[in-house]
Structure formats: C-alpha cells, structure tokens
C-alpha cells in the first residue's frame, strides 16, 4: 500500500513541478528568450576522432529569440536577416525554426549568459550517409 502512495506523490510532485505556463515556456522569465551573439563555431570533423575546427564570426551574427515564439535570425557572411516561429521543448532541449526552409537544432547547454546549440545536417552520397555537426556558441554579449 505503501509504494503506490509513494509513486502517487512523486508523480504528483512532478506534474505540478514541471508544469508549463500557456506560452508553452516553463514558468520563469525563459532563460532562450533573449538575443543571443555568436562568439564561435565548432565544425565536428570527424566522427571517430571527435576532433573540432573554430571556424571565424563576426559580431552582426546573432538569433534574437522573442517570448511570442518568433526569431531574429542575422548573419554577416552572407548578409542574412531572417525570420520565423520556433517551438523550444525545454526537456528535450530541441528547437524547431519554422521559416521557408525548416530546420532543427539542440541546446546542449542553457545558462543566465551562455548558449550551446547542436545543428546536424546528414547527407546520402554513393549509399553511404554522412551526419556533419557543428556545435555554435552565444553569449549574451
């Protein structure tokens, strides 16, 4: 009798813990909702060595995510400015870009003034397929 009561409650404490506000954020200010500068590139070579290459920003690239679920895509090489929707499953840590052209990315770490995205981009060539991962790191500025 006991361990079902005690399942009850955890479950309970859970629901009630995690439970999201009608944003669709947890409750909180959001820490992804903020503008977010790139400050380094790491291009994932090869999946074996696990060896990564930085790769040059500059200071005009950045997403700006807003509490309404749109973004602010920027990039300086080419100029770019983009725009869209996301949806941000903060237990999953995926984000997904609706634009013309969909995409999907990962935070691999979210603080008060770092984020770590993960961008996977697999391409099929002669049977064979390849994953090409680049890890992009923001700072708040």
Do not use: H, Q
Not at 39 to 67: A, Q
Request: with cysteine.
């Amino acid at each position: 009798m006991k361990k079902p009561l005690l399942f009850i409650a955890i479950i309970t404490c859970i629901v009630v813990g995690c439970k999201l506000d009608e944003s669709g954020f947890p409750k909180g200010p959001g820490l992804l909702v903020n503008k977010w500068y790139l400050k380094e590139i790491s291009v994932y070579n090869d999946p074996y060595l696990g060896s990564y290459d930085t790769v040059g920003f500059t200071t005009r690239d950045y997403y700006n995510f807003k509490s309404d679920k749109t973004f602010e895509f920027s990039s300086s090489g080419p100029d770019t400015l983009l725009s869209g929707k996301y949806n941000y499953d903060a237990f999953s840590g995926r984000i997904i870009f609706t634009t013309a052209e969909p995409d999907t990315a990962y935070v691999l770490k979210l603080t008060a003034d770092s984020l770590l995205l993960l961008s996977e981009i697999s391409a099929s060539a002669g049977g064979n397929t390849t994953t090409d991962k680049t890890i992009y790191r923001y700072a708040l500025k």
